[in-house]
């Protein structure tokens, strides 16, 4: 079976602190995995994708097969942050199957 | 950069009465996709188009939902009766290869 799974609901942190959402997958083969944001009202947008390795808005994120995962991190977390992330995975039909959502609250 | 459109971006019907969701792809984008999130849950697959038909549905997407691509521009997404449960945030996408491209999505409410 193909699943993403995001174990928290809500991630609360203080301004400055690490940030760490977690993405766990299932899927036989090899994974394209994306993280999308959406913040309040607004389109969900690509932030990273596994493939191009890159830091978008400080965040990262890296493919780890071993343990099925797909975490996303930020060293300092900014107030702007607070939205909602979505990990993602491409399935071998050619959709998005997504994950339950993750609400990043950075607090001053 | 070029963006999905959706119109409208909120819709309230009556219970039973058809709704017509519309969507803009991306220009060069061949494949399309339907969304929908009810509220507080994850973002659900409900359909997805390529070359002039649908390419997969989830269980979601019965016989009361059709999609269509009428003058090859527009993408529309039909609910021929709407029940009470269809209210949700209904979110198109498009794709030359990956990722997906999002609109900013209709809400869509039932009463």
């Known amino acids: 079976a193909q699943r993403v799974t995001q174990p928290e609901k809500l991630l609360s942190v203080f301004k400055g602190a690490p940030v760490e959402l977690k993405c766990n997958y299932s899927?036989?083969?090899?994974?394209?995995l994306f993280w999308y944001v959406q913040y309040s009202r607004q389109r969900l947008q690509l932030l990273l994708r596994?493939?191009s390795r890159e830091s978008i808005k400080g965040f990262t994120a890296d493919l780890n097969k071993g343990e099925t995962s797909f975490h996303l991190k930020k060293p300092f977390a900014q107030e702007e942050d607070s939205a909602m992330y979505y990990c993602?995975?491409?399935?071998?039909?050619?959709?998005?199957?997504f994950g339950q959502g993750t609400t990043l609250q950075v607090k001053p | 950069e070029p963006e999905v459109t959706q119109t409208p971006s909120h819709q309230v019907t009556q219970m039973g009465q058809e709704v017509i969701l519309r969507c803009v792809p991306i220009?060069?984008?061949?494949?399309f996709y339907w969304y929908r999130q009810i509220l507080g849950q994850k973002v659900e697959f409900l359909v997805s188009?390529?070359?002039?038909?649908?390419?997969?549905k989830s269980e979601i997407f019965d016989d009361q939902f059709s999609v269509e691509r009428p003058d090859g521009s527009n993408f529309t997404l039909k609910i021929r009766s709407t029940k009470l449960e269809d209210s949700a945030m209904y979110f198109c996408?498009?794709?030359?290869?990956?990722?997906?491209?999002f609109g900013n999505g209709t809400r869509l409410t039932v009463t």
């Open positions: 596994h493939i």
């Open positions: 188009f390529y070359n002039n038909e649908i390419s997969e």
């Open positions: 996408a498009s794709r030359y290869n990956s990722p997906l491209h």
């Open positions: 993602a995975l491409f399935s071998n039909t050619g959709k998005l199957i």
């Open positions: 220009s060069n984008h061949l494949y």
């Open positions: 899927y036989s083969g090899s994974p394209e």
